[in-house]
């Protein structure tokens, strides 16, 4: 099985010179959504409105699908479906660091250990093939800035990144206000069977909840 939309979404996120992940929150959204767009097309997660249902529990092959499909197992613990939102916020602060070693077991970026201030031990991530990103970027500049009409993949990681925010990390340079009309477009069109768009637009509206709801608790006191 090839590169997964949530690897993508790191691959596009990790700062060259740092070698960590920009917008990391919000990363960790769009890979958190990345996995369920994933499972939901592999026929595994069906999601519907604010909740989802673990269906086929059979293994896709890769190894970080599989591993979420037995963690929302383990979450839902006997119930039928669970919500979105709460499934997001439990993941969300996990994935991130899931992604980047499935990268590192791809051999597209290396660990390297650091010391941060001093005291406390940090993974930095340098990328060893950067094939595979330019080639993404590629992929992306030809459907956003082109007129080339994307995949199914293509455009469920457009709308994911349009969700959490990411334009300017998807596109380096350019102002946000230049790509997201075009990315909002493409998250709205006709790229995929109605269960698979009706369900990307249930974890774009659950996104969207998640993140305002965490702006709302780190907003300083009287804002």
């Known amino acids: 099985m090839g590169i997964t939309l949530a690897e993508e979404i790191m691959l596009l996120c990790l700062d060259e010179e740092s070698g960590v992940p920009r917008q990391r929150q919000a990363a960790g959204w769009a890979a958190a959504g990345g996995i369920l767009l994933e499972l939901v097309m592999a026929e595994r997660v069906s999601v519907s ?11 896709t092959g890769d190894p970080l699908l599989d591993s979420r499909i037995v963690l929302i197992g383990a979450w ?10 709460d499934w997001l916020t439990k993941d969300h602060t996990k994935v991130v660091d899931a992604a980047l070693e499935g990268l590192t ?6 660990a390297q250990a650091r010391q941060s201030l001093g005291l406390f031990p940090q993974r930095r991530y340098a990328q060893a093939d ?3 990103e330019r080639a993404l970027r590629q992929r992306l500049s030809a459907a956003v800035l082109g007129d080339a009409e994307p995949d199914e993949r293509t455009a469920g990681l457009i709308a994911l990144l349009h969700s959490a925010g990411l334009h300017q990390l998807a596109f380096p340079g350019r102002a946000p206000g230049t790509v997201a009309p075009r990315m909002a477009e493409t998250a709205a069109g006709q790229w995929a069977a109605e269960g698979v768009r009706a369900a990307v637009r249930d974890v774009q509206a659950a996104m969207a909840t998640v ?3 965490t702006a709302l608790t780190l907003a300083p006191p009287g804002d």
């Not at 409105?49 to 293994?59: K, N, S």
């Not at 839902?76 to 939102?85: A, C, E, P, Q």
Request: no cysteine.
């Open 49 to 59: 409105g604010i909740y989802l249902e673990l269906g086929d529990t059979t293994p």
């Open 76 to 85: 839902l613990r006997g119930r039928s479906k669970g919500r979105v939102t």
């Open 105 to 110: 077991a791809r051999g597209l970026v290396v």
């Open 130 to 132: 950067g094939a595979v």
């Open 211 to 213: 993140a305002a709801a």
